[in-house]
C-alpha cells in the first residue's frame, strides 16, 4: 500500500491505519445505516482501554506480567501493586497513585530491566552486584562494560572494582547517562586511571570533555565526482 512499512513516529503509524480503516468501513456505511435504528444506546461510562491485574514486586525489585519480566524502583520491594495493561504500555498503582509508567514487553520471557531501578540498592550492598542475576543488564552502553572490564584489571580486589563501578553508575542515574558515557570514553581512550572523582570532575566541566564532531559534514565526500571535459 505504502512501498514500506518503515514510519517516521507513531502518529504516522495512526494516520496510516485510520486510512485503511476508513477506506474498509466506506463500503459498509450503507449496512451500518440499516443496522443502527435497532443499536442500543452508548454507555454513558466509556469501557476501560486496559485490563488489570494484582502483582507483588519480588526482592531482585522485579515484577511478573503475562509472563514478562520488568524492573521497578527499589523501594517498592515486597509491595503488591495494580498494573493496568494498555495495548502500549502498563502502568503501576498504588492506593490510586501511578507510581510508573512503562513500555509493554509483548512475547513471553522477555526483559524489561532499567538499572536506575536497582542502583541505589546496589550502592547500599554492592556486594550483591557480582551475583545479580540481571547483571548483564547493568551496564547501559558498550562503554560502560569496557570501564567495568578497566576497573576489574585494575583492582586486585573484586568488590572494590564493583564498588567504584557502581558510583559511576549511580552518576549515570542521577545525572546524564550521555556525560557520564562520554567521560568514561574518554578516560578509556587515553588509558587513565578511572576514579570517580575524575568523572564527576568532568561532569561539573564540560570543557574537559572532547567536542562532539558532527558526522553530517562528512555528507559531502558521498557527493558524485564533479566530471571536467577533457579529464578522464
Known amino acids: 500500500m505504502r512501498g514500506s512499512r518503515d514510519f517516521a513516529n507513531r502518529q504516522d503509524y495512526a494516520a496510516c491505519l485510520q486510512k485503511v480503516f476508513s477506506a474498509l468501513n466506506a463500503s459498509r456505511q450503507e449496512r451500518l445505516d440499516e443496522e443502527r435504528p435497532h443499536l442500543g444506546a452508548v454507555p454513558k461510562r466509556p469501557l476501560d482501554s486496559y485490563q488489570r491485574a494484582e502483582v507483588r514486586v519480588s526482592k531482585w525489585s522485579t515484577i511478573r506480567v503475562r509472563k514478562n519480566t520488568y524492573s521497578v524502583p527499589s523501594r517498592l520491594i515486597g509491595a503488591r501493586l495494580q498494573v493496568r495493561m494498555y495495548a502500549d504500555g502498563i502502568e503501576l498503582w498504588s492506593a490510586q497513585t501511578c507510581l510508573e509508567r512503562i513500555p509493554r514487553l509483548h512475547g513471553c520471557d522477555q526483559l524489561r530491566i532499567d538499572y536506575r531501578h536497582l542502583v541505589d540498592a546496589l550502592v547500599r550492598k ?11 543488564e547493568l551496564y547501559p552502553t558498550h562503554t560502560f562494560r569496557l570501564a567495568y572490564d578497566a576497573l576489574q584489571d585494575a583492582h586486585t580486589d573484586c568488590l572494590c572494582a564493583d564498588k567504584v563501578y557502581l558510583k559511576m553508575l549511580h552518576l549515570a542515574a542521577k545525572q546524564t547517562e550521555a556525560q557520564v558515557d562520554t567521560a ?6 587515553c588509558n587513565a586511571a578511572i576514579p570517580v572523582q575524575a568523572v564527576q570532575h568532568m561532569l561539573d566541566d564540560p570543557a574537559q570533555n572532547p567536542s562532539v564532531v558532527d558526522v553530517q559534514v562528512y555528507d559531502g565526500l558521498l557527493q558524485p565526482p564533479v566530471s571536467v571535459e577533457g579529464v578522464r
Open 126 to 136: 554492592p556486594s550483591a552486584f557480582a551475583h545479580d542475576r540481571y547483571r548483564t
Open 184 to 189: 568514561l570514553a574518554c578516560l578509556l581512550a
